[in-house]
């Protein structure tokens, strides 16, 4: 009866042994971790991701198969280090070596509008740079001169002097990429024929031409043409929608 309701003594020494052989990767892998930096907390790059997992996936393994002997899993997980080591000295030592490992910032966005290149070598898309860019605090495309992605992913943007005065309404993107938002273009109660009219105005006869449209409430519009230089300008509005 008593052998239903306690663990056997079998079963106590094994859950000692995990706690133990757990508390010792724990201490291990905190170790390891001070010794490679703040950085490999905060802000890493692509090869100090790719070791954090590898390292993840080795204390794993010794603290739950009691049969594998734990000094495998830190003789790996030291491994690891060393190697995440080398690349480091690699990585300041070597001239050209930190792009090849580490990549290069990408600036998505200059004086010229978006750079539609950039992008996609970062598998990234216009809503993707508008998205970002709002997190930031700025809401209309025109209201910035650069905004790129570091090589560890974080975004960063330079607005202009008078960003403020430039987003006095929220916009929506009514053309993304060659194709009419439908959603974005019912709210601003108009048509697709309506844009495409304002697109011939402006010297674009072809929609897959259009990167993108943004609208806002007050009317005003940002447009930018594949491989052009943005423009803006106001659509002739009786009323302020939004």
Not at 90 to 114: C, F, R, T, Y
Not at 217 to 240: A, I, P
Request: net charge negative.
């Amino acid at each position: 009866m008593l052998l239903h309701i306690f663990p056997s003594l079998t079963q106590n020494k094994n859950m000692a042994l995990i706690f133990i052989r757990t508390s010792i990767i724990f201490v291990t892998l905190f170790i390891v971790m001070r010794l490679m930096g703040k950085r490999q907390i905060g802000e890493m790059q692509p090869y100090e991701l790719v070791i954090t997992l590898i390292i993840s996936e080795l204390a794993c393994i010794p603290m739950g198969d009691p049969s594998i002997p734990l000094l495998y899993g830190i003789i790996a997980i030291l491994t690891v280090y060393l190697l995440h080591q080398i690349v480091c000295i690699i990585d300041l030592k070597l001239q050209g070596a930190k792009s090849v490992l580490s990549g290069e910032p990408s600036v998505v966005l200059n004086k010229n509008g978006i750079d539609d290149t950039q992008l996609k070598k970062n598998n990234l898309d216009v809503s993707d740079l508008i998205e970002s860019l709002r997190v930031e605090g700025y809401f209309s495309l025109d209201a910035v001169d650069y905004a790129l992605y570091e090589s560890e992913g974080t975004f960063s943007a330079l607005p202009k002097k008078n960003y403020e005065a430039l987003q006095s309404s929220l916009p929506v993107i009514v053309v993304d990429e060659g194709k009419f938002v439908k959603h974005n273009v019912e709210l601003t109660m108009k048509t697709p024929a309506y844009y495409l009219d304002v697109l011939r105005g402006h010297g674009c006869d072809e929609l897959k031409n259009v990167l993108v449209l943004t609208v806002d409430g007050n009317g005003k519009s940002y447009l930018q043409e594949r491989g052009k230089k943005y423009k803006t300008f106001q659509l002739d509005w009786s009323e302020k929608l939004w």
